[in-house]
């Protein structure tokens, strides 16, 4: 079993920048798929970006361009990085793994085995 842990959230004005990063308990990162996810109010959980075990990405058309997913196996940690944020962009981010293919990026929250508490983030306009 992998626990993760969130942090890196707040609040910052919109066109700011923010790095999340979601630590894991067991040094297996490696053998994992890990993608990003967020929840705002009233709202469904959306798929935010993904890295695969072998660093393939993939990005959600929203923040494409905008946010950066990064994952250093040695640290057992994944980050994204989120720049020029949008009042948009206001949720609560979680990260979650996948024990996956080398390639695969899964990007349904049912595919997801394991996640992250989240952390909470805030674009003020």
Same mark, same amino acid.
């Given at each position: 079993?992998?626990?993760? $842990?969130?942090?890196?959230?707040?609040?910052?004005?919109?066109?700011?920048?923010?790095?999340?990063?979601?630590?894991?308990?067991?040094?297996?990162?490696?053998?994992? +798929?890990?993608?990003?996810?967020?929840?705002?109010?009233?709202?469904?959980?959306?798929?935010?970006?993904?890295?695969?075990?072998?660093?393939?990405?993939?990005?959600?058309?929203?923040?494409?361009?905008?946010?950066?997913?990064?994952?250093?196996?040695?640290?057992?940690? $994944?980050?994204?990085?989120?720049?020029?944020?949008?009042?948009?962009?206001?949720?609560?981010?979680?990260? +979650?793994?996948?024990?996956?293919?080398?390639?695969?990026?899964?990007?349904? $929250?049912?595919?997801?085995?394991?996640?992250?508490?989240?952390?909470?983030?805030? $674009?003020?306009?």
């Amino acid at each position: 079993q992998v626990q993760l $842990v969130d942090s890196g959230g707040g609040l910052v004005q919109a066109g700011g920048s923010l790095r999340l990063s979601c630590a894991a308990s067991r040094r297996t990162l490696s053998t994992y +798929a890990m993608g990003w996810f967020r929840q705002a109010p009233g709202k469904e959980s959306e798929f935010v970006a993904g890295i695969s075990r072998s660093g393939l990405t993939l990005y959600a058309d929203s923040v494409k361009g905008r946010f950066i997913i990064s994952r250093d196996n040695a640290k057992n940690t $994944v980050y994204l990085q989120m720049n020029s944020l949008k009042t948009e962009d206001t949720a609560v981010y979680f990260c +979650a793994a996948y024990a996956a293919g080398w390639n695969t990026i899964p990007t349904g $929250v049912n595919e997801y085995d394991y996640w992250g508490q989240g952390t909470q983030v805030t $674009v003020s306009s």
